[in-house]
């Protein structure tokens, strides 16, 4: 179970950066910095990768649920910023595809 959590704050951390590599800049005049933009891909690329590999090692060596804990990992994670950092509601819409990502975790870590 150790793998699956350390896995997790991997993919987690991953994501957040991710957001503000791609998203932020759109609302942070400073962040359109090219050379910003790419230097967040280290550390990004070196999360995803630790994070699949510990998630994997969990599963035996299988990748479809480091597949499905990314995704749903994602949309976790891009829902809480958007809505925190640009205050954008959470619709019926959203708020049904973020339970479905929690599903889909909880899932993965219990079947």
Not at 59 to 81: A, E
């Amino acid at each position: 179970m150790n793998n699956i959590i350390t896995g997790l704050g991997f993919l987690f951390t991953a994501q957040v950066m991710v957001w503000f590599q791609l998203y932020a800049p759109l609302k942070i005049p400073a962040l359109k910095n090219w050379w910003y933009i790419m230097a967040m891909s280290l550390p990004i690329t070196w999360l995803f990768s630790k994070g699949i590999t510990q998630i994997t090692q969990h599963f035996d060596g299988q990748m479809w649920p480091s597949r499905f804990m990314t995704f749903s990992i994602g949309v976790v994670s891009f829902t809480i910023l958007t809505w925190l950092i640009n205050q954008e509601p959470i619709s019926l819409k959203t708020g049904i595809c973020l339970g479905l990502s929690i599903i889909i975790i909880i899932i993965q870590i219990i079947y």
